[in-house]
Structures are given as structure tokens and as C-alpha cells.
């Protein structure tokens, strides 16, 4: 058997062994293969205000496969109101929130439509190439092998905090240890000066789907779902003095205004950051624990 049908073949067993009910879904590669597979999934996307962009692929979704898609409209009142909850939730005040708002509010969506058990795309970057950073990478292998031990993410935490069943299909172990066996060329390709990242997973998917889904740019969650524009409403209330004033105050690194704003939120609703653990070592911007050889802390979301 080859990879591809046997990467399809495994996927489609994750699926079915979860007794996944719905599908947390962007119109993404990941999310979009997985429905792909089991098209009877009750699928759920989220947009702010009419600012996403994931509506002409959603249609694609269900022109193609023949299912219906729900999507759960977010104002910008409600989505602000949940930030400390979600620090809560999560313990971080990493800047990349915005894109587990929309992770949450999803799941939210579909536990109100009784939904419980809930399958997600997480892990098809981290397994095939689809970050742009990898591509940059000498020894992807190394990288991957070092970060897929310690993956977590959003979906699983937000999911046990509501009361769901959270699954990943791209972490089953069969995937995982397939997606070993394929060549790097495999999983980021060039062409015409255009670096395509999960190459494998987009040759399956041009089994169902037209090439304008299957040759989409890779969009982050908070894009897609247009939670990104969170990060202007925040950044008007902070002055450029008041920033670098509180900066200094803190002795941290922020990225941006929005960072600084989820790290208030932070010291409101949890506190104080906790020490390393037992074999972590420190984050050398905010101290907190994290595994070795991990860059990126998952308490304040710096990469080191």
C-alpha cells in the first residue's frame, strides 16, 4: 500500500475509532480532509462579524461533498468579553489567542447543537510541513521528532473545560508513525518559486476537491474566522508611551500591544506565573517551566 492510501486509510480509522459526532472546522486542509472522510460529520465553522475569509471554501466544502456547514456568527462585544475566561481556561496570555477564541467559540457551538464528541485538525502542520518556518528547517525530522512527544493544544483543554470529547486524528498513532515515513519532499515541495507545504495531504485531498481548495494558502485560525481584527480594537486602547512604559514595568518581552493586554488579563485572573517543574527549564522571558529543547513557551508564547 502506498503512503497516500495508507495515510487515508489511517485517518479514516482515527475518525471512526473516535466516534467523533462533529467537526470544529475552518476551510482549511487539515479540518477540510477530515470532513472529507466522513462526510456525515455535523460541521461547525466561526466568523467575526462577517469578516472571515473561509466563506468561499466552506462552499466549496459543501457544493463538493453535498453537506451543510453551520456557522456561528461572533460579534466583537462577545469575543472581547471572552478573553479572561479563555485566559482562565488556558493559563497563558500567549498573543496567538485570538485564534483559540475562535476554537472556543466553535466548540461552544457545538456543544449547544448537542454535540459531545468532537473531532479537530490539530497536528496535520505539526506532522506534515505545514508551518512556513519548516520549510527553512535542515533536519525536519529532528524538529518534528523533538515537538510531537510534547504537542497540546487549545482544542483538547477548551473541550474538557466544556464538558466535550475532544479527538485528533492526525495524533493517532498509526498517522504519526506514518507520517515519518515520508520524504521531506513529500511534505514541502517549491513550484514556480511557491513553497506548498502537507504536499501529501493536498494529493489526497485532490481526490474530492477542486485544485482552488487544494492549492489554498495556509491561513491562521484567527485569519480565517476573523478574530484578527481583535488585535486593532486592543492595540487603540494602549498608547505607544503607555506600551513602553509597562513594558519596562513588567521586565518582559511583548511582541505587540495585544500581548501586554492578554498579560494583564493574565495577572487579574490567574496571578503569578508558576516555577519550572522537574526536568523543565525556564523560559528565559517570563520563567515559566517548559520542556527541553521546546522554543516556544506556552505560557507567554515567546520563542527562544
Known amino acids: 500500500m502506498g503512503l497516500v492510501k495508507a495515510i487515508k486509510e489511517a485517518l479514516r480509522?482515527?475518525?471512526e475509532e473516535s466516534e467523533g459526532e462533529g467537526i470544529l472546522l475552518s476551510g482549511g486542509i487539515d479540518s477540510g480532509l477530515l470532513l472529507c472522510l466522513k462526510r456525515e460529520l455535523f460541521a461547525v465553522s466561526v466568523e467575526l462579524e462577517n469578516e472571515g475569509k473561509e466563506r468561499p471554501y466552506l462552499g466549496i466544502l459543501e457544493k463538493e461533498l453535498g453537506t451543510r456547514i453551520e456557522t456561528v456568527s461572533i460579534s466583537k462585544e462577545e469575543a472581547l468579553g471572552a478573553i479572561p475566561l479563555l485566559v482562565r481556561i488556558l493559563r497563558t496570555f500567549d498573543p496567538a489567542l485570538p485564534n483559540d477564541l475562535a476554537v472556543y467559540f466553535g466548540l461552544k457551538g457545538l456543544k449547544e447543537r448537542g454535540i459531545s464528541k468532537v473531532i479537530t485538525g490539530d497536528g496535520g502542520d505539526e506532522l506534515f510541513g505545514g508551518y512556513p518556518f519548516m520549510a527553512e528547517l535542515e533536519d525536519l525530522e529532528a524538529?518534528?521528532?523533538?515537538i510531537i512527544p510534547h504537542l497540546s493544544f487549545s482544542s483538547k483543554k477548551i473541550g474538557d473545560f466544556l464538558g466535550l470529547e475532544v479527538f485528533h486524528p492526525f495524533l493517532s498513532p498509526e498517522v504519526i508513525?506514518?507520517?515519518?515515513?515520508?520524504?521531506r519532499e513529500e511534505k514541502i515541495r517549491q513550484i514556480n518559486g511557491k513553497i506548498f507545504g502537507k504536499w501529501i495531504l493536498r494529493k489526497?485531498?485532490?481526490?474530492?476537491?477542486p485544485s482552488e481548495f487544494v492549492w489554498q494558502n495556509k491561513r491562521p485560525i484567527e485569519v480565517g474566522s476573523g478574530m484578527e481584527i481583535l488585535r486593532k480594537e486592543i492595540a487603540k486602547t494602549i498608547s505607544d508611551e503607555e506600551f513602553e512604559k509597562r513594558k519596562k514595568l513588567y521586565g518582559l518581552t511583548f511582541l505587540c500591544k495585544e500581548h501586554l493586554y492578554f498579560y494583564e488579563v493574565y495577572l487579574k485572573e490567574i496571578g503569578q506565573i508558576p516555577p519550572p517543574k522537574a526536568h523543565e527549564v525556564?523560559?528565559?522571558n517570563c520563567g515559566a517551566g517548559k520542556p527541553q529543547g521546546r522554543k516556544h513557551c506556552q505560557l507567554c508564547g515567546v520563542i527562544t
Do not use: G, H, T
Not at 177 to 183: A, H, N
Not at 204 to 209: D, G, Q, R, S, W
Open 177 to 183: 508513525e506514518l507520517s515519518f515515513m515520508v520524504p
Open 282 to 284: 525556564a523560559c528565559p
Open 13 to 15: 480509522k482515527a475518525i
Open 204 to 209: 489526497i485531498l485532490a481526490e474530492y476537491l
Open 143 to 146: 524538529y518534528q521528532r523533538a
